[in-house]
C-alpha cells in the first residue's frame, strides 16, 4: 500500500488579486490578477501532499452552497479526498481575502478563519487507520485532537502546523509528536525578539507534548529542537536556499507548502529533520510560483518545480 496521509483542519474559499500596491484608508485601486480558489492551512497542505503523490484524506467542514461546491470541486480537482463533518450545513465556509504586492509577492490576508463553523461532530477514528502520517493546523481542534489520540495509539506521526496560538493549542500539544511554528507564533505574554528567545519558546512548546518543534522564519533559517534520548536537547538550524526578490512571485502559503511536503514526506517514512528539509526546499520552490499550489503545475510538467 502507498503511503498515505490524513489533515485534519480549516478549508477556506480564497479570493486572491494582485495589486501594484495597498491601498489606504478611503482608497479604491485596481488589481489586475485575480483567482478564486480553495485555501486554508490543512487544505493547502494536502493539496501539496496529493500533488507530490502521496493519497491524502482532508477531514475539515466544508458545509452546502454555491461557495462551498467551488472549494469542493477544487480539492477533487486537486487529487483530495475530502471527509467533510457538516455536509448538510449551509453558510459555514470562510472566505479569505487577499491581496498580493507584485514587486515583493508579500501579502495581506483578511478572513473570518474558523469562526463561522458550528459545533462538529466527532469524526471516526478509523480515518486514519493505515495512515503514514497525521497533519492538524490548530483550528477544528475538537475534531483533531480525537484523530491525534487515534493516531498516536496506532504509532502514526502527528504534526501540528503552529500557525498562530489559539486557546485550544495546549490540549493539541499534549497529543502531537512534531510541531512547525510559524514566524507569527508566540505563547501569549511572551515576545520572542532574539534568537535565546526563539530556543525558549521551543523549550516551552516541547515541554507540553512534541518531540520535534522548529519555528519557521520567512526567508531566513528554521530554528529546530529534538529531544534527545538521554541528556540535553539537540538544536540545530535548516536553511533555504536564497531566493532573490527579483524572483519572489508570490509568498502566499509558503508556510503550507512546507507543512504540506514534510507531512508528505513523514507519511512515506522520513526522518523528521530530512521531512523538514524537504518542507523547506518544496517552500523556497512555492515563491517563485503564484499561488500556494502555482509550483505543483511546474512540478507535473516536469519543470523548475520537479528539482
Known sequence: MPARLVCC???TLDVTQVVDRLPGADEKVVADGLDVTFGGPAANAAAV???LGVPTTLVTAIGSGALADVAR???AAAGVDVVDLVPDVAGVLPVSTVLVTRATGERAVVSVNGARVPRLPTPGADVVTGAGALLVDGHHA???????GAARD???PVLLDGGSWKPSTPELLAVVDLA?????????GRAVRDERAVDALLDEVAAQ????VARSAGAGPVRVRRAAADGPPVRSWVAPVAVPPGEVVDTLGAGDVLHGAMAAALARGADPLDALGEGVRRATTSVRHPGARGWLAALAEGGPAAG
Do not use: N
Open 142 to 148: 475538537g475534531a483533531a485532537a480525537v484523530l491525534a
Open 154 to 156: 496506532a504509532g502514526v
Open 49 to 51: 501532499a496529493a500533488g
Open 180 to 188: 512547525v511554528l510559524s514566524a507569527d507564533f508566540a505563547v501569549p
Open 9 to 11: 483542519g480549516l478549508t
Open 73 to 75: 470541486a477544487g480539492l
Open 209 to 212: 507534548g512534541p518531540r520535534f
